[in-house]
């Protein structure tokens, strides 16, 4: 059963931008590293980006930095990540998920991360 409930996909031409959110709990942000994954058929999960408790400290993949931002919204208990410039690879299920802090970084490993929601999906067409 997923924890989180992700929404915020959809279709959108390259170049375009989208914003995932996922609802969360003031605990999970506080508390935990948060993280938002891709995964399209065949391949595992790439982390795209990750957070630290409380917004401390961001992390990217290669592919994305510089174009897409995760940022909490405490107000709300909410994660999101802003896709930004898409590109036909950005094309895939968006996953959240929360795991621990490792040696005080946020992992990249999804097998690290023990909750997760049931995905969002964005496609990017040219």
């Known amino acids: 059963q997923a924890r989180f409930a992700e929404f915020g996909g959809g279709s959108v031409q390259a170049g375009g931008s989208l914003r995932l959110s996922c609802e969360a709990s003031?605990?999970?942000?506080?508390?935990?590293?948060m993280a938002w994954f891709r995964q399209t058929p065949g391949k595992e999960r790439e982390a795209v980006a990750s957070?630290?408790?409380?917004?401390?400290?961001?992390y990217y993949g290669d592919s994305v930095q510089g174009r897409f931002i995760i940022s909490q919204d405490s107000a709300k208990n909410t994660l999101n990540l802003d896709v930004n410039n898409l590109k036909l690879e950005d094309s895939g299920m968006y996953y959240c998920?929360?795991?621990?802090?490792?040696?005080?970084?946020?992992?990249?490993?999804?097998?690290?991360?023990?909750?997760w929601g049931q995905g969002t999906q964005v496609t990017v067409s040219s």
């Open positions: 003031r605990d999970d942000l506080t508390r935990y590293c």
């Open positions: 998920a929360r795991g621990p802090i490792i040696a005080q970084k946020c992992p990249s490993r999804a097998i690290l991360y023990n909750l």
């Open positions: 957070i630290h408790p409380n917004g401390a400290r961001a």
